[in-house]
């Protein structure tokens, strides 16, 4: 890392050293022009929005919500209250009233920071409901205001507020006053149980987390990054963190539908994701060479045994490939994998950080064949994301989520768990002295509820304690290993495997429809509604084809003995998701119950 600032002078202090290189490449609210700021751009905007905030009376330490998807004002808003010694508490742009009511009421946010219509009519009925709240500030300037709506002003109105830096002196007196122990950000994390919690985020483990994975994260001041995840996630955040202390340059990426095509307009280098957007690259590569003719598919075929040949079986492993493989790899790397790279706008492919979730061994193993490197790590929000991840250049075991970070001490319990201490662990949760004396053992460790182990300095994953099903034959079942190992059929969109005192394991799948009836129609089956096609016969019997294919390896007893398709999506708005789209399972043992009962049916 080449520089170590306290972050409410990052941005300025950067600005001195690159002044007008490009920092932000982004695009307007609902616009399709890619435009970019300089590091002295952005400067200039965060100075004056911290002036704007000590301007409409925010103190040191007072708590500012963000609720919008990702973009410029967004980066700008976060620095601009670190400037002055705020926190600021990112909101997903996906949040429900509920949520955003709760989380309102529970930090007493006066400021609120909106991005599009949907967020700003979401906060402004709220309004009411939350006695601390005082304005809504609109990012977007196409968002209609409604005209009974004396509370809300546009970014632009508030900017207004700090022209001519009328209180620079004391920003810049706030930020030589400002220590690693001011709290920087709470993330509320809606959990899979439904509970919300603020995690409390401080400069200091921001700091150290910025020293620790520099370390063994590589990027530099050439690398694009695309920031893909939104900055409410901990990972993206710190990810973007990073990059900035390295100077790269960040392709902020609004809409998470559309970043295939942002990908191949701004030609990233590297970007953090989960691993179901890779789940969905493979999908796409390998549908294309279903459909590919039979000498295409049998040269893609071989370059794949060839790709995992030289970067598995060789370097992953810290051993060098021998000449002829070498040479072989680098020719079909040129030809055949530089052309998927490209599909991808990922010609000048750096590194691609990835957590969040289990990665299918396939997957992974994949991704690195077609010479992506993937850097597969694991984190938590109350951990400022790594705990471990591969390090770039270095052995690897496919299916370990890498070595530990510098500063983080981890133990394994007696009953399996991970426990953290380290500079980068939290201290604990907002407004919840309850849930923060839980959360550690008595010699401080943090209990991060997941169950591993440790071999060769590598941490490997095996189950989410809390998820651990028990079947009534006493046998234990790890769902989200059984998911992964599905997701991978271009067939499966969603899954939620069910077995939790049940006699066997049941799914409820939902399938990508789009497929689903591509395949009806080549099979000439008839059908009206997606009710019809996701019960039909001839559809059932070949899912359950492709299913018992896929879990070939799994004992008896953790394989999926029969399942549902539903015709339609699990929604955050049932509750049946959370913001980062993992299921919470509590409710939809509720919302399908006559559907899990009918698969259970003697």
């Given amino acids: 890392m080449q520089t170590n600032y306290h972050m409410s002078v990052l941005v300025h202090e950067q600005a001195k050293k690159y002044g007008d290189r490009e920092m932000l490449i982004y695009q307007d609210f609902g616009g399709k022009e890619w435009k970019s700021l300089s590091w002295n751009q952005v400067s200039r905007t965060v100075k004056q929005a911290s002036n704007a905030l000590l301007n409409l009376g925010v103190k040191v330490q007072e708590n500012i919500g963000i609720f919008s998807q990702n973009s410029v004002q967004y980066i700008e808003c976060d620095f601009a209250a670190w400037g002055i010694r705020a926190v600021t508490i990112p909101f997903y742009a996906t949040s429900s009233e509920q949520q955003i009511q709760f989380m309102v009421n529970d930090a007493k946010v006066r400021f609120l920071f909106v991005g599009e219509q949907d967020q700003y009519d979401k906060a402004r009925r709220i309004f009411t409901l939350c006695p601390t709240l005082e304005r809504i500030i609109v990012f977007d300037p196409q968002v209609h205001i409604s005209t009974h709506d004396p509370n809300a002003v546009y970014f632009s109105e508030f900017m207004k507020l700090g022209e001519n830096l009328p209180r620079q002196i004391e920003v810049e007196r706030l930020q030589k006053e400002a220590t690693f122990d001011d709290i920087a950000n709470i993330l509320y994390t809606s959990g899979t149980t439904g509970n919300s919690k603020g995690v409390i985020l401080t400069h200091g483990q921001f700091n150290a987390a910025m020293v620790a994975n520099s370390k063994c994260v590589p990027v530099n001041e050439n690398d694009r990054i695309m920031n893909f995840l939104p900055y409410t996630h901990i990972f993206e955040r710190g990810w973007a963190m990073l990059c900035m202390y390295a100077g790269a340059r960040l392709i902020v990426n609004t809409y998470p539908q559309q970043v295939q095509q942002s990908m191949r307009e701004t030609h990233p280098t590297c970007m953090s994701a989960v691993p179901r957007f890779w789940e969905k690259v493979y999908m796409g590569v390998m549908d294309k060479i279903e459909h590919a003719s039979a000498v295409q598919r049998k040269l893609f075929m071989h370059a794949l045994s060839v790709g995992r040949k030289h970067n598995i079986e060789y370097l992953s492993l810290g051993k060098k490939p ?176 069910i077995a939790d005192q049940r006699k066997f394991v049941s799914a409820l799948i939902i399938p990508v429809y789009s497929l689903l009836e591509e395949y009806a129609r080549a099979h000439n089956i008839a059908y009206e509604t997606r009710e019809q096609l996701c019960q039909d016969p001839q559809i059932m019997e070949m899912m359950k084809e492709r299913i018992d294919t896929l879990q070939q390896q799994l004992a008896h007893y953790e394989q999926v003995k029969r399942f549902t398709l539903l015709p339609h999506h699990l929604s955050m708005e049932k509750g049946e998701l959370t913001n980062t789209l993992k299921i919470r399972r509590r409710v939809l043992n509720e919302n399908y119950k006559a559907e899990i009962d009918a698969m259970y049916a003697e």
């Avoid at 990665?359 to 064949?369: K, L, Q, R, Y």
């Avoid at 496919?398 to 500063?407: K, L, M, Q, R």
């Avoid at 590598?458 to 079947?471: A, G, N, S, V, Y």
């Fill in 322 to 497: 021998p000449l002829p493989l070498h040479l072989e790899y680098e020719m079909l790397n040129r030809t055949v994998f530089s052309l998927v790279r490209k599909e991808l706008g990922l010609e000048n492919a750096h590194f691609f950080p990835t957590a969040g979730a289990a990665v299918s061994a396939h997957v992974e193993e994949f991704v690195h064949s077609i010479g992506i490197n993937m850097v597969v790590g694991y984190g938590l929000t109350e951990s400022l994301a790594t705990v471990s991840c591969d390090h770039l250049g270095k052995p690897y075991t496919v299916g370990s989520v890498g070595h530990p970070i510098e500063g983080i001490s981890i133990k394994i319990s007696e009953d399996g768990e991970i426990l953290l201490k380290g500079p980068t662990i939290t201290c604990g949760y907002y407004n919840r002295d309850d849930l923060t004396k839980a959360a550690f053992t008595e010699d401080g460790y943090f209990k991060t509820g997941d169950a591993g182990y440790l071999k060769d300095g590598e941490l490997f994953l095996t189950e989410r304690i809390k998820d651990l099903f028990k079947t009534s034959n006493g046998k234990y079942i790890a769902p989200q290993m059984i998911e992964s190992k599905l997701l991978v059929d271009k067939y499966i969109d969603q899954i939620a495997i």
